[in-house]
């Protein structure tokens, strides 16, 4: 999985003794698996929102924001590593 697809994924979130778990991860392959284990959810609507930097060589960055929680978000490089 890539950056932005990560940042889009749904989540999941272990929280004082309660895993909270977005409605699209409860329904996922991974979610069914871990309620099928015994794991219980706690269904929240969003886990926060999220903006994320990945360096790559020669001074590649790649900014990535949330693409729908809150409303979407924004993500640039302002000055690139080694230029």
Do not use: C, D, K
């Not at 940042?7 to 099928?36: C, H």
């Amino acid at each position: 999985m890539g950056l932005p697809e990560a940042v889009a994924a749904p989540r999941v979130s272990p929280r004082n003794a309660v895993t909270q778990a977005e409605p699209a991860f409860i329904a996922s392959a991974q979610g069914r698996a871990l309620a099928a284990m015994g794991h219980q959810f706690s269904e929240i609507e969003e886990i926060g929102a999220a903006t994320a930097l990945e360096f790559g060589r020669r001074g590649y960055v790649v900014a990535v924001a949330e693409p729908t929680r809150r409303g979407g978000g924004s993500a640039m490089v302002v000055h690139p590593v080694g230029r």
